[in-house]
């Protein structure tokens, strides 16, 4: 099947500070992909929409500025932790469909720890 | 798109079949019904879809009722790599379809 990459798979920040995650298809081209948070022992939570060439659409209770959305081409979008803060530690996980194939699953990356200390 | 309902907790014997149920009664005409599984720390593996017929593939099989609001993931040989978080969900087929996860079933294979 399809194969969706996320980077780094881990990082550790200081309250404070940005960090990125990038999430590429890698055989694959979405105009659409979508970015998870999940918590300890909890379900995957939708956080936002990514557009290729367009704006995010993010769920309700997601702070569009707090959590920055780019998709500037056919395989890579990049969430964006700004000013991150202990409680923004969480397990992020990106998802995307091949808009090309016939088949109907959504592919998922391998996720992003992040932990803010 | 449709709420599904699963137990939250399921064992099974190494072995034996794996039967998970899901309810998904409010299920529309244009939704299909999907399994992803989540081992700890990973992000979640497509197992299998459908939409109205029984499907099946290497994985799993999926029996879907004839009016569409239930569904069983079948495991046919459970074995330790398969204990996981199991989801149900439903969605329209379209590039642009969020997929909503609700809480799942935890299956444990028991030795």
């Known amino acids: 099947g399809a194969v969706v990459s996320q980077h780094p798979s881990r990082v550790i920040c200081k309250s404070g500070t940005s960090v990125k995650i990038e999430c590429r298809s890698l055989?694959?081209?979405?105009?659409?992909m979508f970015w998870y948070r999940q918590f300890p022992k909890k379900s995957l939570m939708l956080m936002a929409t990514?557009?290729?060439?367009?704006?995010?659409?993010?769920e309700q209770g997601v702070e569009k500025d707090k959590f920055l959305i780019n998709h500037a081409s056919l395989t890579l979008s990049t969430l964006t932790v700004t000013s991150a803060h202990p409680e923004d530690s969480s397990f992020y996980i990106c998802?995307?469909?091949?808009?090309?194939?016939?088949?109907?699953?959504?592919?998922f990356g391998p996720g992003t720890r992040l932990t803010v200390t | 798109d449709a709420k599904t309902t699963q137990p939250p907790s399921m064992d099974c014997a190494e072995g034996r079949a794996a039967n998970l149920p899901c309810n998904h009664s409010?299920?529309?005409?244009?939704?299909?019904v999907y399994w992803y599984r989540q081992i700890h720390s990973q992000g979640p593996q497509y197992i299998i879809h459908?939409?109205?017929n029984n499907e099946t593939n290497e994985m799993a099989s999926l029996i879907i009722t004839e009016d569409r609001k239930s569904s069983t993931l079948i495991l046919p040989h459970a074995t330790l790599r398969d204990t996981a978080v199991y989801y149900c969900?439903?969605?329209?087929?379209?590039?642009?379809?969020?997929?909503?996860f609700g809480s799942g079933t935890r299956l444990s294979i028991r030795p």
């Open positions: 990514s557009n290729e060439g367009s704006k995010a659409t993010y």
């Open positions: 409010t299920i529309s005409g244009n939704e299909y």
């Open positions: 998802s995307a469909r091949d808009q090309s194939s016939s088949g109907e699953e959504q592919y």
């Open positions: 055989d694959f081209q979405a105009t659409t």
């Open positions: 459908g939409l109205k």
């Open positions: 969900i439903v969605s329209r087929y379209s590039s642009a379809s969020k997929i909503i």
